[in-house]
C-alpha cells in the first residue's frame, strides 16, 4: 500500500511541474517535444488547442494579487483568440505553460510542433528568423546600460575598462544582453568578468548591490526605479531600436494568421486596446516611453 501510495504521489508530482499555475492544463510533450494543434486542423474542426509557454516577467506575463495569469503579451494571446472567435467562428483554447529558464524557453518553441507560442520579450534577429516564426512585432525596446546610481556617469564606451573597473558584468543567459556585454568586452575590455543570472530580478538586485554592471531592458529599469532601487542609467551605452515578437516553430502554418490579426482594424498596436495593456501592466510612464520609442 505504501508503495502504491508513493508512486501515486510521484506520478502527481510529474504532472503538476509541469502544469500552468492558473489550472490542471499541462503541456503535451511527447519525446521531449512540445505539440499542439495545427491552424489547418483548428480550421477544420472549427475548435482546437494552442500552447503558450511563457517566462514570468512582471508586466508582461505575471500573477496579479488574486494569483490570476495576466500581463501585456498574455492578453495580447487572448486578444487573439477572441479576434479569431470573431473573424472565423474559431473556439481556440489556450494552454499557458511556464518555463523559468529562457534558454530553456527559446529552444521548446524552436523543437516544438504545431501551434505552440513563446511569448518571452524575444528579440527579432535574421539569425533567429533561420530557426523560428516571429509575429509581427509587438513592442519598440530600448536597451539600457545600468550601475549602482553611485557610480559616475560614463561619458564614452571606450573609457569602460577604467571607469568600471571595480564592477563585473551580469547577463540574464542567452539573451542579446549577454551579447552585448561579451562585445564590451572584445572591443573594450579585456579582463572583464561576466556572470550569468537567472531572472531580470536577479541582474537589478546585483546591480543594486553595487557590485556589478548590466544591460536590461528599458521599462525593467524604469520599473526598478519606481520602486526605489538604487540605479544609474548610463545612456552613452543605449542600444535603441530592438523588436520583440511572439514566437513559433519555423514553417508554423499559424504564423499568417498572426500576422493578420496584428494588421486587422488598422494595426493591433495602433489601436488603443494596445496602449491601455501597456498603460494597464507597466504603469503610464514606462507606457509612454516605450510608445514613444515606436514613433
Same mark, same amino acid.
Given at each position: 500500500?505504501?508503495?502504491?501510495?508513493?508512486?501515486?504521489?510521484?506520478?502527481?508530482?510529474?504532472?503538476?511541474?509541469?502544469?500552468?499555475?492558473?489550472?490542471?492544463?499541462?503541456?503535451?510533450?511527447?519525446?521531449?517535444?512540445?505539440?499542439?494543434?495545427?491552424?489547418?486542423?483548428?480550421?477544420?474542426?472549427?475548435?482546437?488547442?494552442?500552447?503558450?509557454?511563457?517566462?514570468?516577467?512582471?508586466?508582461?506575463?505575471?500573477?496579479?494579487?488574486?494569483?490570476?495569469?495576466?500581463?501585456?503579451?498574455?492578453?495580447? +494571446?487572448?486578444?487573439?483568440?477572441?479576434?479569431?472567435?470573431?473573424?472565423?467562428?474559431?473556439?481556440?483554447?489556450?494552454?499557458?505553460?511556464?518555463?523559468?529558464?529562457?534558454?530553456?524557453?527559446?529552444?521548446?518553441?524552436?523543437?516544438?510542433?504545431?501551434?505552440?507560442?513563446?511569448?518571452?520579450?524575444?528579440?527579432?534577429?535574421?539569425?533567429?528568423?533561420?530557426?523560428?516564426?516571429?509575429?509581427?512585432?509587438?513592442?519598440? #525596446?530600448?536597451?539600457?546600460?545600468?550601475?549602482?546610481?553611485?557610480?559616475?556617469?560614463?561619458?564614452? +564606451?571606450?573609457?569602460?575598462?577604467?571607469?568600471? @573597473?571595480?564592477?563585473?558584468?551580469?547577463?540574464?543567459?542567452?539573451?542579446?544582453?549577454?551579447?552585448?556585454?561579451?562585445?564590451?568586452?572584445?572591443?573594450?575590455?579585456?579582463?572583464?568578468?561576466?556572470?550569468?543570472?537567472?531572472? #531580470?530580478?536577479?541582474?537589478?538586485?546585483?546591480?543594486?548591490?553595487?557590485?556589478?554592471?548590466?544591460?536590461?531592458?528599458?521599462?525593467?529599469?524604469?520599473?526598478?526605479?519606481?520602486?526605489?532601487?538604487?540605479?544609474?542609467?548610463?545612456?552613452?551605452?543605449?542600444?535603441?531600436?530592438?523588436?520583440?515578437?511572439?514566437?513559433?516553430?519555423?514553417?508554423?502554418?499559424?504564423?499568417?494568421?498572426?500576422?493578420?490579426?496584428?494588421?486587422?482594424?488598422?494595426?493591433?498596436?495602433?489601436? @488603443?486596446?494596445?496602449?491601455?495593456?501597456?498603460?494597464?501592466?507597466?504603469?503610464?510612464?514606462?507606457?509612454?516611453?516605450?510608445?514613444?520609442?515606436?514613433?
Amino acid at each position: 500500500m505504501l508503495k502504491q501510495l508513493s508512486l501515486c504521489i510521484a506520478a502527481l508530482s510529474i504532472l503538476m511541474s509541469a502544469c500552468d499555475q492558473s489550472g490542471s492544463d499541462y503541456a503535451d510533450r511527447r519525446d521531449g517535444v512540445d505539440h499542439a494543434d495545427r491552424f489547418e486542423s483548428v480550421s477544420e474542426r472549427g475548435h482546437g488547442r494552442i500552447e503558450v509557454l511563457y517566462v514570468p516577467a512582471t508586466g508582461w506575463a505575471y500573477r496579479d494579487d488574486r494569483g490570476e495569469l495576466t500581463g501585456v503579451t498574455v492578453e495580447i +494571446m487572448r486578444d487573439f483568440k477572441r479576434w479569431l472567435a470573431r473573424e472565423q467562428g474559431l473556439d481556440l483554447e489556450l494552454l499557458f505553460v511556464t518555463e523559468r529558464d529562457w534558454r530553456r524557453f527559446y529552444q521548446r518553441v524552436v523543437d516544438a510542433e504545431g501551434g505552440v507560442f513563446g511569448i518571452g520579450n524575444v528579440t527579432i534577429t535574421e539569425e533567429r528568423r533561420q530557426e523560428l516564426a516571429f509575429s509581427p512585432a509587438y513592442l519598440t #525596446n530600448v536597451a539600457v546600460l545600468i550601475t549602482h546610481e553611485s557610480q559616475a556617469e560614463l561619458r564614452a +564606451m571606450v573609457d569602460i575598462a577604467g571607469a568600471f @573597473e571595480d564592477l563585473s558584468a551580469l547577463a540574464f543567459e542567452g539573451t542579446l544582453h549577454e551579447e552585448r556585454l561579451q562585445a564590451i568586452r572584445a572591443q573594450y575590455a579585456p579582463e572583464l568578468t561576466i556572470e550569468s543570472a537567472q531572472s #531580470n530580478d536577479a541582474i537589478i538586485d546585483g546591480v543594486a548591490a553595487g557590485d556589478y554592471f548590466a544591460y536590461i531592458d528599458a521599462y525593467n529599469y524604469w520599473r526598478a526605479r519606481e520602486a526605489g532601487q538604487p540605479l544609474r542609467h548610463h545612456p552613452v551605452g543605449d542600444d535603441p531600436g530592438e523588436h520583440f515578437g511572439i514566437i513559433m516553430p519555423r514553417g508554423s502554418d499559424w504564423a499568417p494568421v498572426m500576422e493578420a490579426f496584428f494588421q486587422a482594424d488598422d494595426g493591433y498596436v495602433q489601436s @488603443e486596446r494596445y496602449r491601455s495593456l501597456l498603460k494597464r501592466h507597466l504603469g503610464e510612464e514606462v507606457a509612454e516611453l516605450l510608445l514613444s520609442a515606436a514613433d
